[in-house]
């Protein structure tokens, strides 16, 4: 499985960016997907997931409405709205995929060691 994300760049504080992640794996519906995030300095800290299907999702404490994340089964494609953005949002983010055993039930899942497969990420600046 191979995940590379894109919609990086630099944008001013409280203004919007929208990340994708191409996902190769086939069927897409079976991988569970998150995003990560990694300022400087600091360790990496979990975003949002999302299931398979798409009708669950979770959120860090930190993302308080501002993010959404979302998938195209369609497209493999996983995406991240960000509005409202702040300075203390930039950060290095990083797609992953996680594998679902068939037939489970569907849990938010924050840990890194939960996810098997990681994008190399894309970076985010804010400035004020």
């Known amino acids: 499985v191979q995940l590379v994300e894109s919609g990086g760049g630099l944008v001013q504080a409280g203004g919007s960016l929208r990340l994708s992640c191409a996902h190769s794996?086939?069927?897409?519906?079976?991988?569970?997907m998150a995003w990560f995030r990694q300022a400087p300095g600091k360790e990496r800290e979990f975003v949002a997931t999302i299931s398979g299907g798409g009708g669950e999702t979770y959120y860090g404490e930190f993302v308080k409405g501002r993010f959404t994340i979302s998938r195209d089964n369609a497209k493999n494609t996983l995406f991240l709205q960000m509005n409202t953005l702040e300075v203390e949002d930039t950060a290095v983010y990083y797609c992953?995929?996680?594998?679902?055993?068939?037939?489970?039930?569907?849990?938010?899942?924050?840990?890194?060691?939960?996810?098997?497969?990681w994008g190399r990420g894309t970076q985010v600046t804010v400035s004020s």
């Open positions: 992953s995929a996680r594998l679902r055993a068939l037939g489970s039930i569907w849990r938010p899942r924050t840990p890194e060691y939960e996810y098997d497969y």
């Open positions: 794996g086939r069927p897409f519906t079976n991988y569970d």
